[in-house]
């Protein structure tokens, strides 16, 4: 289990402790339903997140960037490179 997991799931443990303390308390009406409206909240968006996969995501990510480099090669950014220092980039001057 990875760190991040273990810490939402402490974290989820400790919400759901809250909920219990605040629901045995006497707590205003009005506040008592905000109160339960922010505990179901953060719970259900807790396990939103428990039940993502974050490492996928950034492995794709970073295996595509490598491979488009590849197929441009190396004469491709030595090109760029030239026109950057010839033409010095941006717009091109006002006729007047």
Do not use: W
């Not at 760190?3 to 006497?26: G, H």
């Not at 490179?81 to 001057?93: D, E, L, Q, Y």
């Amino acid at each position: 289990m990875s760190a991040q997991r273990a810490s939402l799931l402490a974290l989820k443990r400790l919400i759901s402790q809250a909920e219990m303390v605040y629901s045995d308390r006497a707590v205003p009406a009005a506040q008592r339903e905000r109160g339960a409206e922010l505990f179901t909240a953060s719970l259900a968006l807790i396990g939103d997140l428990l039940k993502q996969d974050h490492s996928s995501a950034a492995a794709e990510l970073g295996a595509k960037g490598g491979s488009q480099t590849a197929k441009r090669g190396s004469e491709y950014f030595r090109q760029l490179a030239a026109k950057r220092k010839t033409r010095a980039g941006g717009r091109p001057r006002k006729q007047s």
